[in-house]
């Protein structure tokens, strides 16, 4: 079979790396275009690296030598069916617009940028959560006068742990009308250089800036529904956060309370919900679905970073001590990994799931 | 004036040693007297300390000669007019009915354990919040039949941090019937050689035994009243609590949601009784009260256990990030020292409370 | 083909679970017996790991329902060709005469202790440097009055990441009088619970007990030459180390000064002769040897834990920063990682050089 | 006494923030003046500082209205006697250059930059090793064309743990001509935000640009003569060095071997030399000396950063387990902090000598 070629919008970054190295022998997809800021732009991509390669092993050997484009050239893009996009630009409007151009070059963008996630007719994907989003496309590509190209994001990083755990629940029939979430994120979602280690040192950071809005908000577009081609969010749940930097590196961590709709199930049930909970990744078996999205742990002091956070490729959720509630119903601990599963992993996964629905194809 | 003399028990481990740094040239008090467990005694205190001295500054001179006595040999401590008691033994009856012994011989015991704390008519004392509550000690000496001791105990350093500032409210005129509340605490708070490195480097343990049980369960005692001789807990109030260990060394941090009763504040009100509020050991200007016991932050990701631990002698509650909640009311973080306010530091406020109240007097 | 039949002796501790955790589907080797303490004793794996499982991935089905005997059982051990010494006495000549018991009863140990490291026919071997060692196995045997049962250990932890790069250029033909050596070791090199967290938050602590003195004794056995059945030290080489233990999981890091003696490589040459360096177990393709067993990196920050601990199954040595010193010759810095390499892995690689040398055979 | 005026060049830098919050209430030097980039300047000091108050305790009111100057803008300092300098620019000659037009303004500069450091009639000071270096300022003054102004720089923060016990045995009448030196150094030395927390949770980084070369040669001049105009540099040392980043605050420790020449201390000598060394600092009772320059602990596990960067203000050296060395003659462990005793409390200490050797006067 030949390999879709894809290209990836902020290659030199952290995120832009883990898209690097998690598509190395992608079954689907193969990495022939890099780009990233003018500084980089006609550099090889190991000299370009200013900061080295930061994930794990080693920089495969077949993206080094290739050279890196300027983001904003969008031509040299051409050849690309699909870009990742991890670039960052002082101002929303910029991403969004250069975005948009990618997209009108025909290129399918599938972004980890937080810049188009309110466009009211631009999915975000959680793939096991809502894959029939994707199904905007042709509408979004209609109002933008765009033929092959369109535009997916996903969410934020900090509810990828306990947003699944709810939706299972929901899908089983149960309403949940209040989430109130205390997150303890690593160091990772800010990026590189990113935290101070004088922040991180014997310390705690009870602040991140913009997390808690996106953490409340992000959800009900996920939970909404498509009505004459924009998503009208979720209107049956409110979601409270808190949101903490602690000195870990990768794999975020949520302290969850959640309260019932009038029907409310056991804790039992609760658990047996979650083991066997599968969504559309794992039916079409895509490449990075994890086999068992939600994993529930019965020690009492998991899931744990250290741990849990590179659970079944690092793209499941750990979750335990589910317990009842004083104040609402339950409350549990859940956790996944904030640059795999919350970043370039998931973005993979959505774009697995383009490409299985047909959304992608070499032309 | 010559000074109170008072004995730690338990004056090995962190705690003791805390208490012991904090009364060098105390106004009221002077150690006279050390006991531990049996392996210890009988050495000076200097080669007791196996594990070294493991607070700031060195260890003063005026004890480190003293010989240490077996916990257990109550007779030891004739002389002292009160105890501090911050030993462990396998089974909490054990602790209690050393406590007893103490008592029984005529000295005020003042308990970091929570051996005593469900105990009906033993006071659980915050002294800015319920200093009142002391005077059940007539009733409790005629019960055991007890001629000059008595025990008093402190609450669990968890809900040292956010406690204040929620009876702060209370006093003001508003009920508070919800609280929620997850906490991120500091490694001293298990004692040493308590957590192990291994978990606490680039790690997150959301679990501490019983920690969650005592921080919904005791402010109903504190907030409660005394009636026939025994504390009937507070009826108007329910706490969910998630408490977590993190890598820090010194500082407990609380992210609070609470809600409102009828009555609501509005934020700048909530702001200004925190920073207005004193209680009776501000009024009183003991030793160890901080002069302020709120100090409320505006910098937006404050406070911060590396900046705000020690804040006033490390007595003072640090608070921050007052904003409206989008299922209860507000949401703010809270952080307090815990092994000086809330373990130490708080049962000397409270020895001063009722040395100032006539319960502790030289024979 | 037939697996040989091993045994974990001190299998719940950390360097027991890495044991269990590398044997999982090893081609020559399969682990059908498991002892521990007497408190562990006829429990279950599962059951008896009371600090539950502490190493990488999950506890393998296979070994989970073992029962787990007593490690003064000998007899219970019966059945195995060999077993993994890493259990833990409070004397080291109770641990000298248990391994003693095992070989007695015909069964061949591997240990990790450092109890017979300075019995004189015991070969303590890295398998790189020394593999001809094992020919004194029949004279130990003889001896003892051993059967098929010997003795064979590993070197302490500390070594391990820069003694394979000086025994490169030793074997290269130049000598090597002098290395003076500044470690900084990982936590898990003294197991769990092991290091206090209070000690290694915000933290350094330079000292580790026993630690300098094998770093500068044992290089000398491993070098040294078997003389009528006893190993006489090498006696031209002096060690100097400071040891440290540093706030970081696994990867013990070395800073290395060393001299040559009258012939002198230069930078380049010694470059090339790590690179090229290849050993017995690489040429015998052993399953756990590492294809380059020193890495040389070029970057001017390399090696370091986080990044390159785990280079080749986490069994290369990784180094770099070579350059002029300005007293002895030269300095570098080497990384190995301390439980694998250091420990588990390099107790594997031993007894698979000892297998293919047909030490080791199914009866 | 009325107070000299001083100014801080880059005030709003960790070092800078160090020099204000050390000088608030200095019975010599009150701070008159701020200056820093242009970006902060015409800002009050409050709002210039962008990532908030850095250091201990909170901001001094006396300077938080202070309206900062461009560190530029030489004119501003006018009415300063002395000005500390901890601003930074990519060009070392830029630098140079502004530090000399204050000179040339008439104002003392005590320089924690390297830009001045190899000019050869620029003292570089450690108050207790070299104060008769400042004897050549009149000669820097002639030779420059300057009338009251003057430059005097400090050493690099990595050798202030261990040269002034070096300098002790050398003082005693011992040649140290040897000395190997492994750095385990604290993350505020590169500053604010500085070292990234990704390079510091669970890991070390053997490398740190540019400080290995100033720990070998600095020294050298500091045990220098001046003649002529110019210091010759030391000719009878060699120093060797590997300095590492670690996961550490505050506190730079050194693990050190060092040589005898022909005349050799013993153990009992070489500690008593240190325990009883005093300089000129300590003659004076400057406020910033510390009593006692050289605190040596019997610990074995002493010192460490956690319990001794703080000893006497934080401006005495620590240091322990002096033992013999297998290849030179003895190591030990050293532990100085480095922003204060290494940075702004060393700077203040030499110009608090540089007073009272008539060097400031008020006009």
Redesign the interface.
Same mark, same amino acid.
């Not at 790396?17 to 190991?46: C, D, M, W």
């Not at 996106?214 to 081609?229: S, V, Y």
């Not at 590196?249 to 599968?278: P, Q």
């Given at each position: 079979m030949q390999k879709i070629p894809v290209g990836i919008l902020g290659a030199t970054g952290m995120v832009g790396q883990q898209y690097i190295r998690l598509l190395a022998n992608h079954p689907y997809f193969e990495v022939t275009h890099l780009a990233a800021s003018p500084s980089s732009a006609g550099k090889t991509y190991r000299t370009a690296l200013k900061n !080295?390669w930061?994930v794990e092993g080693e920089l495969p050997e077949s993206v080094s030598e290739l050279v890196v484009a300027d983001v904003a050239n969008v031509a040299s893009a051409q050849g690309c069916v699909l870009v990742f996009s991890a670039f960052e630009m002082p101002e929303k409007e910029q991403i969004k617009s250069l975005e948009n151009a990618y997209a009108a070059a025909g290129i399918a963008v599938f972004s980890n940028s937080s810049a188009h996630r309110s466009t009211p007719d631009v999915p975000m994907i959680v793939a096991e959560i809502n894959p029939q989003h994707l199904d905007i496309i042709p509408s979004q590509q209609k109002r933008n006068g765009w033929d092959t190209g369109f535009v997916v994001v996903k969410p934020n990083c900090s509810l990828q742990s306990y947003l699944t755990p709810m939706y299972a629940l929901m899908q089983a029939g149960y309403e949940i009308p *209040?989430i109130?979430v205390?997150t303890?994120q690593a @160091?990772?979602g800010a990026g590189?250089? !990113?935290?101070?280690?004088?922040?991180? +040192?014997?310390?705690? @950071? $009870?602040?991140i800036g913009g997390e808690e809005e996106k953490t409340?908000r992000e959800p009900l577009k996920i939970f909404g529904e498509a009505k004459e081609g924009v998503f009208v969010p979720f209107a049956g749940l *409110? +979601?409270?956060a808190?949101c903490?930097r @602690? $000195?870990?590196?990768d794999g975020h961590?949520a302290?969850v309370?959640f309260a019932f709709g009038e029907k409310k199930a056991n804790l039992d049930t609760i658990k047996k919900i979650w083991r066997d909970f599968r969504g559309v990744p794992q039916e079409l078996d895509l490449p990075f679905a994890p086999m068992q999205p939600i994993i529930y742990h019965e020690? /009492?002091?998991? $899931? /744990? $970073? *250290?741990?849990d956070r590179d659970a079944d490729k690092a793209m499941a959720v750990s979750v !335990?001590?589910l317990r009842p509630?004083?104040?609402?119903d339950f *409350?549990f @601990?859940a956790l996944s990994h904030n640059t795999v599963r919350g970043a370039a992993g998931g973005g993979i996964l959505n774009a697995e799931l383009a490409y299985r629905k047909g959304l992608l194809t070499l032309t």
């Amino acid at each position: 079979m030949q390999k879709i070629p894809v290209g990836i919008l902020g290659a030199t970054g952290m995120v832009g790396q883990q898209y690097i190295r998690l598509l190395a022998n992608h079954p689907y997809f193969e990495v022939t275009h890099l780009a990233a800021s003018p500084s980089s732009a006609g550099k090889t991509y190991r000299t370009a690296l200013k900061n !080295g390669w930061l994930v794990e092993g080693e920089l495969p050997e077949s993206v080094s030598e290739l050279v890196v484009a300027d983001v904003a050239n969008v031509a040299s893009a051409q050849g690309c069916v699909l870009v990742f996009s991890a670039f960052e630009m002082p101002e929303k409007e910029q991403i969004k617009s250069l975005e948009n151009a990618y997209a009108a070059a025909g290129i399918a963008v599938f972004s980890n940028s937080s810049a188009h996630r309110s466009t009211p007719d631009v999915p975000m994907i959680v793939a096991e959560i809502n894959p029939q989003h994707l199904d905007i496309i042709p509408s979004q590509q209609k109002r933008n006068g765009w033929d092959t190209g369109f535009v997916v994001v996903k969410p934020n990083c900090s509810l990828q742990s306990y947003l699944t755990p709810m939706y299972a629940l929901m899908q089983a029939g149960y309403e949940i009308p *209040k989430i109130m979430v205390t997150t303890m994120q690593a @160091v990772s979602g800010a990026g590189y250089p !990113g935290v101070p280690s004088l922040d991180m +040192i014997d310390n705690v @950071v $009870p602040f991140i800036g913009g997390e808690e809005e996106k953490t409340e908000r992000e959800p009900l577009k996920i939970f909404g529904e498509a009505k004459e081609g924009v998503f009208v969010p979720f209107a049956g749940l *409110k +979601i409270s956060a808190h949101c903490n930097r @602690v $000195p870990v590196s990768d794999g975020h961590t949520a302290c969850v309370s959640f309260a019932f709709g009038e029907k409310k199930a056991n804790l039992d049930t609760i658990k047996k919900i979650w083991r066997d909970f599968r969504g559309v990744p794992q039916e079409l078996d895509l490449p990075f679905a994890p086999m068992q999205p939600i994993i529930y742990h019965e020690e /009492q002091n998991r $899931p /744990q $970073p *250290k741990h849990d956070r590179d659970a079944d490729k690092a793209m499941a959720v750990s979750v !335990g001590r589910l317990r009842p509630d004083s104040i609402f119903d339950f *409350k549990f @601990v859940a956790l996944s990994h904030n640059t795999v599963r919350g970043a370039a992993g998931g973005g993979i996964l959505n774009a697995e799931l383009a490409y299985r629905k047909g959304l992608l194809t070499l032309t």
